[in-house]
């Protein structure tokens, strides 16, 4: 079973696959605009960013699931709405390849990582690395430390875990609970 976890942005989108519980690799895909580019200038970013993406996922081997943050709608900063756009580009395009998507809230990508659904990228960042770097993941940045939780959120979703749940571990418990409220495929 093969697994993308995707962390979208506009700068910095993190990606993430695991293939059968096993790590596989990670990826960045790194972009620029500026505040008043025009509509082509705009669609020329989003539809690069979008096929930089695919190309990275989509190879070879099908994907079983891709597991994408969902929207952070209270979010103001950056350009909302230009990221929504990117958001729902990628989803098409994984619904119409008959992808199955799953969706993680913010907050429930950072409860399975640290065990708090508010806790700020840093610490995010920290818990995943001394969580799965032992493992042979590449974590050079937030995103990607986002996408690797995605990722083994899924993996975990398909019967492949990266790490055992022990049901009287506080943040085991944490994660079960992350993992009830991701929005998984039927």
Excluded at 42 to 53: D, K, P, S
Excluded at 141 to 149: E, F, L, R, S, T
Aim: with cysteine.
């Amino acid at each position: 079973m093969r697994v993308a976890g995707l962390d979208l942005s506009l700068t910095s989108t993190g990606i993430a696959v695991i293939h059968s519980g096993t790590p596989e690799w990670t990826y960045t895909a790194k972009s620029s605009g500026k505040k008043d580019d025009n509509l082509q200038q705009r669609w020329v970013r989003l539809t690069g960013l979008l096929c930089e993406i695919l190309n990275t996922i989509v190879d070879d081997e099908p994907l079983d699931l891709v597991v994408l943050e969902s929207p952070s709608y209270g979010s103001t900063f950056g350009s909302p709405h230009d990221r929504s756009g990117l958001w729902w580009m990628v989803a098409d395009a994984l619904h119409g390849s008959d992808i199955p998507v799953a969706t993680v809230s913010p907050q429930g990508r950072a409860k399975y990582g640290t065990g708090k659904g508010n806790a700020k990228k840093p610490e995010v960042y920290a818990a995943v690395k001394e969580t799965y770097e032992p493992l042979e993941f590449e974590i050079p940045n937030n995103d990607v430390a986002d996408a690797v939780i995605l990722a083994a959120m899924g993996s975990r979703h398909l019967g492949f875990p990266l790490a055992d749940i022990r049901p009287d571990h506080p943040l085991d418990q944490k994660k079960l609970e992350a993992m009830g409220g991701a929005a998984w495929p039927s």
